[in-house]
């Protein structure tokens, strides 16, 4: 064995696997690994209709609220004016009262005239009677026409308010089918502003699925959106690893940036699941496959390297 090495060292391959070994324990180590991903938001149609505009492109960045396209609503803009135009019809059917309590109103103001000329005369009879110069039955004649009077003016005054009630009872009960017309308006309302396409969350589009002209329905998918500035990697600890980690813990991420080389980042520990699994087989060998592991989440910021998919490393 001695001479072989000898025959080797003579060859020059001692030296070359010497150089290997070395190279092998300065490999980097890593105490996690895992793929990068985001949260992805799914942006559906709310609506039937054509597309009539759609500005939306894969890579396109999109802020928050923004207004990216519009869907053909025209039937439903018709149906309100339907309902808009049965309102107001119901208007016309109701009645005005001020015309027929005006004409009661003046009745009852020659009917007070009338009263107070009685009133008058029943003061110069008593006069007079006094005097001896007219007689009881002149009193008792005035008397009954003032009392007479007095009750006329008692029925127009009742007959003023048994209008306006009987008026106002018959405005209300046609009025009162505007009720539920009024919630149509406002249940189309909401349906038309759902004719604009407004993007839920700020993030890049990563995939379209639809384009302007399509006819489209409720709950079809219109494109997928997803928040880059801060990209969350997904990845696995032991369970003798668990104790070492802590929410809010901020971690070295590298992701390869080259060859043999790689890119750090800083990270922070934002999850930490409560139950074990097989580790993935996509990043681990087959034996330490039969190891459970816990799965973490590193909210990593996104300066543009960063892809999701991509594979990155844990130093806890």
């Known amino acids: ?80 004016e339907q309902v808009e135009a049965n309102i107001a019809s119901l208007r016309e059917k109701t009645s005005d009262v001020n015309p027929q309590v005006k004409l009661l109103q003046e009745q009852l103001t020659v009917q007070q005239a009338q009263l107070s000329n009685l009133e008058h005369e029943k003061k110069r009879i008593e006069n007079l009677l006094k005097e001896d110069a007219a007689t009881g039955k002149q009193l008792d004649d005035i008397n009954y026409q003032v009392d007479a009077l007095q009750k006329q003016m008692n029925v127009t005054q009742q007959q003023i308010n048994v209008q306006k009630s009987n008026v106002s009872t018959q405005n209300r009960s046609i009025l009162s089918e505007g009720k539920p017309l009024a919630k149509n308006i406002a249940m189309l309302e909401e349906q038309l502003s759902k004719s604009r396409i407004i993007n839920p969350v700020a993030g890049t589009v990563l995939t379209k699925y639809a384009e302007a002209g399509e006819i489209t329905a409720a709950g079809k998918a219109l494109y997928k959106i997803a928040d880059l500035s801060v990209i969350t990697l997904r990845a696995y600890i032991t369970g003798t690893q668990l104790s070492q ?14 060859k043999n080389k790689y890119k750090e980042l800083t990270g922070t520990i934002t999850w930490i699941s409560d139950k074990a699994e097989f580790t993935p087989k996509t990043i681990q060998t087959k034996d330490e496959r039969a190891n459970l592991v816990y799965a973490v989440k590193i909210k990593v910021k ?10 990155g490393e844990v130093k806890l």
């Open 1 to 80: 064995m001695g001479t072989y090495l000898k025959q080797l060292q003579s060859a020059g391959i001692w030296i070359i696997a010497v150089s290997l070994a070395a190279c092998n324990s300065n490999k980097e180590k890593f105490d996690a690994s895992g793929t990068f991903e985001a949260d992805e938001v799914i942006v559906s149609s709310e609506l039937n209709g054509k597309i009539l505009s759609f500005d939306v492109d894969e890579g396109s960045v999109l802020k928050k609220d923004s207004t990216v396209g519009t869907i053909d609503a025209v039937n439903i803009a018709l149906q309100k």
């Open 245 to 258: 980690v802590k929410l809010g813990q901020q971690v070295k991420v590298l992701v390869d940036d080259g």
């Open 302 to 311: 996104n300066d543009g390297f960063l892809k999701i998919g991509m594979y």
